[in-house]
């Protein structure tokens, strides 16, 4: 039995939308936190001790990156300006992305799972290569492939080189390029690189002049890997939602396409909601604290949410292994079952 018509999606984007008391308190106590934990980094950095307090730290900046996500949406708060400079800061704290960042992203949201999309753009961004380009591949090509796709050297890789080499350099140059195509002025999008990027040298400095730039960086880069594997699990799964432009709808790039991460209730805190993928797919611009809110509501009076894809931490794991994607299947495909099937593709 059909039960969705129990909700209002129009009345409870008004119930769950933005606010300004919430918001500015997490942003308070996160950055509070966060600076008492460099603090205890600074007074601690000739000990090993200053490791075990690494954990927490990448939790935090996690969190903080949450918030400027949610900026870039336009949704942490319901002022524009606030979003950009809260925005603009955290970018630079997190070491993640500068407001730039979400010229691509917006993009992503208009593509995911549009494998003939009008952008011409990445349908699934982390999926490098498909099954049919890898069976092409020389045997030298496969045996590279294997290597870099594999999660202990994919992740990583993929983490320093978005956060570190695209957002800082390449994707200005993109930017520069295709302008005409590209609604923010290009003052403010040169503006927000060299925003971003000399506040990342300024806080660099101070940092390594108080003696702990190396746990730093760590911190910061482990919470990198963490957040690519995110956003990874997010959109990687089988069965997954591939269809063409014809067929595609935001609705069901977020009911079927996203995953909700079942995150256990400790981490929470930390994750701010965006473990509830889909119903950010489907308007992101309900804020990250209050997806939750909206998910125990659509769930406790409609069915909405009953075919939406869930994963548990193993299954995020799991994943990690999806290389590529099978144009033929229609499902993503490990390396091993990638080499099985021209193993017996072959022998046919």
Known sequence: ???????????????????????????????????????????????????????????????????????????????????????????????????????????????????????????????????????????????????????????????????????RFIYIVKKLKYKSKIQESMFMICFNHFFHNAGSIGLYYFINLHGYLHLYLLYVFISQIIGVMMFFNQHTFNVPYMVSNEEWTQRNSGLHGSSLIMIPDCLKYFFFGIEYHHIHHINAKIPGYNLQKYHDEVVQNSDMFDGIVKLSIGDCYNNLWLAMYDEDDKRFLTIEEADKKIEENKSR
Not at 64 to 82: I, V, W
Not at 138 to 159: D, I
């Open 1 to 167: 039995m059909d039960t969705t018509n129990k909700i209002n999606e129009t009345e409870l984007f008004t119930k769950y939308k933005s606010s300004y008391a919430t918001p500015l308190f997490e942003l308070s106590t996160n950055l509070l936190q966060l600076g008492f934990g460099n603090y205890l980094l600074f007074l601690l950095k000739d000990s090993y001790s200053a490791y075990f307090l690494i954990p927490v730290m990448v939790l935090l900046n996690l969190k903080l990156f949450m918030f400027s996500h949610d900026c870039a949406h336009n949704s942490f708060t319901p002022n524009k300006t606030l979003n950009y400079v809260f925005g603009s800061v955290a970018g630079v704290l997190t070491t993640g992305v500068s407001m730039n960042w979400i010229l691509d992203h917006h993009t992503h949201h208009q593509t995911n799972g549009n494998v003939t999309n009008k952008f011409n753009y990445a349908y699934n961004e982390t999926t490098l290569i498909t099954y049919n380009k890898y069976t092409k591949l020389s045997k030298m090509g496969r045996s590279m492939a294997k290597f870099l796709l594999h999660p202990f050297v994919q992740f990583p890789l993929l983490a320093f080189v978005h956060f570190n080499i695209n957002q």
